[in-house]
């Protein structure tokens, strides 16, 4: 099961370094793989602080061109060099508040797996698409821009995220998505990437309004891989109940 903590820019670097000391200490079961996404400035030390609990770093957003002239940009390259392994790409507070396209989405992946990075593809309908009955319209063209033709490195990997614009916290209207909802969307992009990708192992996570009373209702969901938590994730209390709930699920799976 995986577990993805988007920290966002929730936290000050200050209040980054103490949740990373605590979530350092952490003694995970080998069923949970827990990567987390700080602010790109604490990166560096967040890593070195999660490193002892096997659990590895992230960035939130990553620039496709490589390397030069390009004021304020951070490269995938740059990140897979200070020893981050994933990037969020798509996240819908990337799209729709600083406008990036499909178009820069798909550039960002290949941009990933060129660094060596996973590329977690964020992919969900907004409020406007759900009310007009275009949900499932609007993940199949964001997962046909995304890997159509797209070709992956034998040793690289994708990942996607399912997050309903609608259902995150801050930027949507935080109300959590219907779990039997998040089900039947799972089932859709599992379909859409296979007929891109065929039989490479695309975990598919869950995301938007996670927490600790919900995140078991969204666990049981067959082709739900895991959650991708942004709120939950940034206070010490509610990430703990989240491992918690996690190794409570895993335990009664087996
Ligand atoms: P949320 O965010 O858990 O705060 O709704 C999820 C995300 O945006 O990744």
Known sequence: MYLFANWKMYLTSEQTTRLSFVVGGYD????IEMVVFPNTLDLVHTKKQLAPAGIAIG????AWV?????????????FAEVGASFALVGHSERRYIFGEDDEA???????CLEAGLVPVVCVGET??????????YRIKKQ????????EIPKDGNVMVAYEPVWAI?????????DPADVGHMHSVIRKEIES???????????????DEDNIKSYLQIKGVDGVLVGSASTKQDTLFALVEKIEEHVKQKS
Do not use: W
Not at 127 to 136: A, L, N, P, R, T
């Open 169 to 177: 916290v801050g930027s949507g209207t935080g109300e959590a998505c």
């Open 66 to 78: 490589e390397q030069g002239a390009y004021t304020g940009a951070v490269s995938a390259k740059l």
């Open 59 to 62: 960035a939130q957003n990553v």
């Open 105 to 111: 989405v798909r550039k960002k992946i290949e941009a």
């Open 28 to 31: 995970l079961p080998k069923e």
């Open 127 to 136: 409020e406007d698409d759900k009310k007009e009955g275009k949900g499932e």
């Open 143 to 150: 997962i046909m821009k995304a890997f159509e033709g797209l």
């Open 196 to 210: 891109y990708i065929g039989d490479l192992e695309v975990p598919v996570l869950y995301g938007g309004s996670v």
